[in-house]
């Protein structure tokens, strides 16, 4: 069965320092990735997905995110983060198998601290 | 921007009883979802819906869940006789089918007292 590790549990970062949210997967095709915010209290915004082609994806709000299959990772990252960002972090895989009726599979979360 | 709705934002209810979660999917979205998030804990897929019926389930999903879309635009979540740890925040989700590029809806915090 597929599954999906965030590592980190909590990372605190300064603000205006850069960021790197770590995500590895466990899936026996190559599975479609994405990253996903949620803020206190509010429902799951999709940061970044990646299906094919280019490696290393554009988000929203600055974010991006490098799939590298040898080490079964798609790590986020933001060159500089601000106030705002904090929030949990959730990586998630799916399988299309053509259908589009898969459930995605979610890592526990990271949940991002900034300090001033 | 089209958007997943849902209501009520927070149902509280007693143990044993029936609850129903409602959810009104993007328009033209074809495959409709469940998730559900334990305090504290990561989002687990509940349920997938297409064409009128289950496309694929998880294993919490038992029989005392069910799912339907009664019309063409709401797509409910029914739990017949609610337990303690029924409690939980309920995500809907939709996608046109394409790639599992799922949107979210804002969620259903459920208390089961």
């Known amino acids: 069965a597929q599954s999906v590790t965030q590592p980190d549990i909590h990372i605190t970062v300064s603000e205006g320092a850069s960021l790197e949210l770590r995500c590895n997967y466990s899936?026996?095709?190559?599975?479609?990735l994405f990253w996903y915010v949620q803020s206190p209290g509010q429902g799951l915004q999709l940061l970044l997905k990646?299906?094919?082609?280019?490696?290393l994806v554009q988000g929203i709000k600055g974010f991006e995110a490098e799939f590298k299959r040898s080490q079964s990772s798609f790590n986020l990252r933001k060159p500089s983060v601000h106030w705002s960002d904090a929030a949990e972090y959730f990586c998630?895989?799916?399988?299309?198998?053509?259908?589009?009726?898969?459930?995605?599979?979610f890592g526990k979360g990271t949940h991002l601290i900034i300090q001033p | 921007e089209p958007e997943v709705t849902q209501t009520p934002s927070h149902q509280v209810t007693q143990m044993g009883q029936e609850v129903i979660l409602r959810c009104v999917p993007i328009?033209?979205?074809?495959?409709f979802y469940w998730y559900r998030q334990i305090l504290g804990q990561k989002v687990e897929f509940l349920v997938s819906?297409?064409?009128?019926?289950?496309?694929?389930k998880s294993e919490i999903f038992d029989d005392q869940f069910s799912v339907e879309r009664p019309d063409g635009s709401n797509f409910t979540l029914k739990i017949r006789s609610t337990k303690l740890e029924d409690s939980a925040m309920y995500f809907c989700?939709?996608?046109?089918?394409?790639?599992?590029?799922?949107?979210f809806g804002p969620g259903t915090r459920l208390t089961v007292l």
């Open positions: 819906f297409y064409n009128n019926e289950i496309s694929e």
């Open positions: 989700a939709s996608t046109r089918g394409d790639y599992n590029e799922q949107f």
């Open positions: 998630a895989v799916g399988l299309y198998s053509g259908g589009g009726a898969d459930g995605l599979t």
């Open positions: 990646y299906f094919s082609g280019d490696t």
């Open positions: 328009s033209n979205h074809l495959y």
């Open positions: 899936y026996g095709a190559t599975p479609y």
